[in-house]
């Protein structure tokens, strides 16, 4: 696990690729670009998967990748407990968490990724209210946490993308990546259902696809970033 990550190094937009389920396509993510991988770790989402099974691919990628656990309102020893099991560097919170758990897990030498979200709470405008490493910032509309490939209008969050580390995510594909990141102008991107040729299973011509067009995107200023 890593400690509290900071924005300090100029280059490309970086992308997370999350709701991985198989190691090879793990690692074929990686193999075309992509920067961290995302293990989800909410039964209720079809892109669950187990702590074995995650250690599993944590495993067979090559160093330099970040693995990222999703976690929605799990108890503080739960994801204590996962993170040291699999090998995590992040916890992504997705759901309801208040300020004090983003800082109890900080405070345990664990990077946190908040979400933040347009149309629930926690808001955007509650970023203040906590210590994260980064946001992710999407519109929570969907009718589960996470990988409902709902788009939403991306400029809404452009303020925060210039005051906080900002993830995009949301509705994310390769036809409409590079105008999201001229919009939002976030350090990274997240993309899951916009890759899949079924829940929990990536395309890898999507997924090539998807980083091409991330690689070639325009932004006003060079990113940070996140995961290294």
């Known amino acids: 696990m890593t400690g509290h990550s900071e924005i300090d190094c100029p280059g490309p937009c970086q992308v997370k690729v999350c709701g991985l389920t198989v190691a090879d396509e793990a690692l074929g993510c990686v193999e075309l670009g992509a920067d961290a991988i995302g293990l989800v770790f909410y039964p209720p989402s079809p892109r669950f998967i187990t702590a074995v099974a995650a250690r599993e691919i944590g495993a067979s990628l ?30 992504q919170l997705h759901g309801g968490e208040p300020p004090s758990m983003v800082e109890a897990l900080e405070s345990a030498g664990i990077s946190v990724i908040k979400a933040l979200f347009s149309e629930r709470k926690p808001l955007l405008s509650e970023a203040q209210n906590y210590r994260a490493s980064a946001f992710l910032v999407e519109s929570g509309a969907g009718p589960i946490p996470g990988g409902a490939g709902i788009g939403w209008e991306w400029r809404a969050g452009a303020a925060l993308a210039g005051e906080k580390p900002c993830i995009l995510a949301g509705g994310l594909t390769p036809q409409n990546v590079s105008e999201a990141i001229g919009q939002f102008e976030p350090v990274a991107v997240d993309v899951s259902s916009g890759v899949e040729s079924a829940p929990g299973r990536k395309d890898m011509e999507k997924v090539r696809a998807f980083i091409e067009a991330v690689r070639n995107s325009k932004q006003r200023s060079a990113p940070g970033r996140i995961f290294q």
């Open 62 to 91: 090559p160093p330099g990748v970040r693995k990222v656990g999703v976690f929605v309102d799990a108890p503080f020893l739960e994801i204590m407990k996962m993170a040291q099991f699999c090998g995590l560097d992040f916890v």
